[in-house]
Structures are given as C-alpha cells and as structure tokens.
C-alpha cells in the first residue's frame, strides 16, 4: 500500500535511505522517481523512472515548479512512497 508524502520534512525522513515514489497523475497515471536525501548538502538526488534522468535539487528548488512538480505533488496530495 502507498504512503502519502504530505509534508517537505516527511519527505526528508522518508529518502534518508533513499525511497521509491511515483506521483499521481489525473488519478490514474503515475509519474515514478527514486529520491534520495542527503541531510549534509541538505540536497534531495533524484532519478526520473521514466526517462533514467536526474537531478539533484535544494530543498527550495524541489518546492518550485520551475525545477520540479515533486513540491506541487506534494501541496496538493498527490505524492506517494511506493511500498
């Protein structure tokens, strides 16, 4: 069963070990990512499933949509860790 990831400190904990999440698209299509956390640059690395590309995001630019739609998944309930 999925998690919701509902908060940026939440997601912090959960990609400390690094975690599978997907982000859910028009309640059916699912956008998937690997993210990691790395507490010392304070850095999120991420790895896009679908195409194999990565970035490697501040904890600013993941909330900002210019970088990513990881931050506005998770204001509006639509990312989830993958179990």
């Known amino acids: 069963m999925a998690a919701k990831i509902k908060s940026i ?6 990609a400390i070990n690094g975690c599978d ?4 698209l028009n309640g059916i299509l699912r956008s998937s990512k690997h993210i990691w956390y790395d507490k010392a640059p304070k850095q999120f690395e991420i790895i896009n499933l679908i195409d194999g590309s990565e970035q490697v ?23 989830y860790k993958d179990d």
């Open 57 to 79: 995001l501040s904890e600013t630019e993941i909330m900002d949509k210019n970088f990513t739609n990881i931050g506005h998944a998770m204001i509006n309930g639509a990312l």
């Open 21 to 24: 999440c997907f982000i859910l």
């Open 9 to 14: 400190e939440h997601l912090k904990k959960e």
